[in-house]
């Protein structure tokens, strides 16, 4: 395959898909959250939502993780549609979700978020920094999805970027690649 027919393929072209969302829905009364939201995972990569607040970014991951049940659409795992209603059930199949924020316990870090509820008898994560743990999961074969506002950061990580606006159809089909030099 020659450069130009391959910088015209879309990312993760030819691989195998991890993780996949298919016309992901969710509306809230009147308000559409998220409409029509897909997108593809591929082993060892790293993916970035950015965009407005309010695009629906958090409540696509929330669907993805088990935490809200979509209106309509599809999670694809492994080549099989899968259905979860409770966050144990996407943890119990392979999807983790790291919580940042406050909503959560803001006495703990991110790592200690991420164990919140089934705690570990031996601290096995230590103080590792957040990019550290992403990058090794990458390292791992292990798909991440991220949402972040920091673009440094994002450009620092991520394989390819997916820009969400407020009030659209959202397909982040149009995604740029990391200019971090990596890949």
């Known amino acids: 395959m020659n450069a ?27 308000l559409r ?29 929330k669907m993805l993780s088990g935490v809200i049940v979509p209106d309509s659409g ?7 549609e899968v259905h979860f209603a409770t966050p144990a059930q996407a943890r119990a199949a392979g999807i983790e979700t ?12 991110v790592a200690e978020n991420a164990f919140l509820g089934r705690e570990l008898t031996k601290r096995r994560l230590g103080l590792i920094p957040v990019l550290d743990l992403i ?5 791992r074969g292990f798909a ?3 949402i972040s ?3 440094e950061r994002v450009f620092s990580v991520a394989d390819r970027i997916c ?14 690649r990391s200019t971090s030099g990596r890949r």
Request: aromatic share 6%.
């Open 4 to 30: 130009a027919v391959a910088a015209a393929m879309p990312a993760g072209a030819g691989r195998d898909v991890l993780l996949g969302a298919r016309a992901l829905t969710k509306n809230y009364g009147g």
């Open 33 to 61: 959250a998220v409409n029509a939201a897909s997108l593809d995972l591929y082993r060892g990569e790293i993916v970035a939502l950015v965009g407005d607040n309010g695009a629906g970014k958090s409540t696509f991951i």
């Open 74 to 80: 599809s999670i694809v795992l492994h080549g099989r």
């Open 98 to 109: 790291l919580h940042p924020n406050l909503a959560l316990a803001d006495v703990f870090d």
């Open 135 to 139: 990058l090794e999961r990458r390292a």
């Open 144 to 146: 991440v999805l991220i």
């Open 149 to 151: 506002h920091n673009l």
């Open 163 to 176: 820009v969400w606006r407020r009030r659209s159809r959202h397909r982040p089909g149009r995604a740029w």
